[in-house]
């Protein structure tokens, strides 16, 4: 995902619009699975030694509910704007992966292209849901059995395990005096 600055800066001020799509797999995260997508809008203009970035991520990936632990493909939807600043090309040869993660730790662009595969990498792992839920209301496993309790209850008993250590506690009664 790179794009030509050269062609941003004759708009002077006017927006390019680009549009990238691709398997989360082959840019962001190997371990996900064939079926995980990416969808990704931007908007690029250029004011002075500053181009400003915005857009728009979409994303659907497969992840494991926090409490039920099922697998479930999660919708990942996030607005984005950025500024970078322009800076002068160094000596050092630089390969795109490299002027990737600059543009992205330092938010400058050196050279003819943005590359933006390191930022917007970056913008889909902080993008995730912390704990993901396959849905609002979902009851999790037992945590005494580990059945899943969306499906049904389970077989434990109805009176949770005490700790053997506060056991004589339940035969305390305060207001009880013989």
């Known amino acids: ?3 030509y600055l050269p062609g941003v800066k004759q708009k002077s001020g006017g927006a390019l ?4 799509q691709g398997r989360i797999k082959d840019y962001f995260d190997a371990a996900a699975d ?3 997508c990416f969808d990704l809008a931007v908007t690029v203009r250029s004011s002075g030694d500053k181009i400003i970035v915005a857009g728009k991520l979409q994303a659907e990936t497969e992840v494991n509910c926090s409490r039920c632990l099922r697998p479930f493909r999660q919708q990942l939807d996030s607005d984005f704007e950025e500024l970078f600043t322009l800076a002068p090309l160094q000596d ?3 390969s795109p992966e490299e002027l990737a993660l600059e543009t992205a730790n330092e938010l400058t662009v050196s050279g003819d292209y ?3 595969n390191e930022f917007i990498r ?3 792992f902080l993008s995730q849901v912390y704990n993901p839920l396959c849905k609002p209301d979902c009851r999790g496993l037992c945590a005494n059995c580990g059945a899943d309790l969306n499906k049904g209850a389970c077989s434990c008993e109805d009176e949770a395990q005490i700790d053997l250590r506060l056991l004589k506690l339940k035969d305390f009664h305060p207001g ?3």
């Open 176 to 178: 009880d005096r013989a």
């Open 114 to 116: 943005l590359y933006l």
């Open 1 to 3: 995902m790179r794009i």
């Open 34 to 36: 064939d079926k995980s």
């Open 122 to 124: 970056q913008l889909y």
């Open 17 to 20: 619009e680009y549009h990238f």
């Open 92 to 94: 050092k040869k630089l």
